[in-house]
């Protein structure tokens, strides 16, 4: 019996081991991105409310096509978290109500899948209570999307 059980401790220690780099890969980029975004409540200002409005929709069931207008959920984001952008004033409002939109979403033309993983993540987030939908989605965008790299520095 303790061949055995000091068998599997080998193992799993060889395992732990041999995973180590991947853990650290991962998981330092994601620690140092939840502290990013718990500091950095404005969108940025390049198209992440573009990017945000194609995550939630798309996880939603709603393939963004050309010429599709901000969803009111994004107006309301913009609204209340503002833009990173010196001078800028937002013309939603941050109210409890959505309002409409006069900006055309301009990510149409990236590919579904992307958007779709990232807002499952942001929806995952709302429903298990952590948070906002762009709280949760923000750490898949900086792992999947160059654009959030930039957006970040």
């Not at 390049?46 to 107006?75: K, N, Q, W, Y």
Request: charged letters at 15%.
């Amino acid at each position: 019996m303790r061949r055995v059980s000091q068998g599997a401790f080998a193992t799993s220690r060889q395992w732990f081991l041999k995973s180590l780099p991947l853990l650290i890969v991962m998981v330092v980029p994601l620690a140092l991105a939840a502290l990013h975004i718990a500091a950095y409540p404005k969108l940025s200002p390049i198209d992440e409310a573009h990017h945000l409005d194609s995550a939630f929709r798309t996880s939603g069931g709603h393939l963004v096509r050309r010429g599709d207008t901000l969803d009111p959920s994004t107006t309301r984001t913009i609204g209340c978290r503002s833009i990173d952008e010196p001078g800028f004033v937002s013309p939603y409002p941050c109210t409890g109500q959505p309002t409409g939109s006069i900006e055309t979403n301009i990510s149409y033309m990236h590919p579904p899948l992307y958007y779709a993983i990232t807002g499952v993540f942001g929806r995952a987030f709302v429903g298990l209570g952590f948070g906002s939908f762009i709280t949760g989605e923000r750490p898949m965008a900086v792992i999947g999307d160059d654009d959030a790299l930039r957006a970040s520095r």
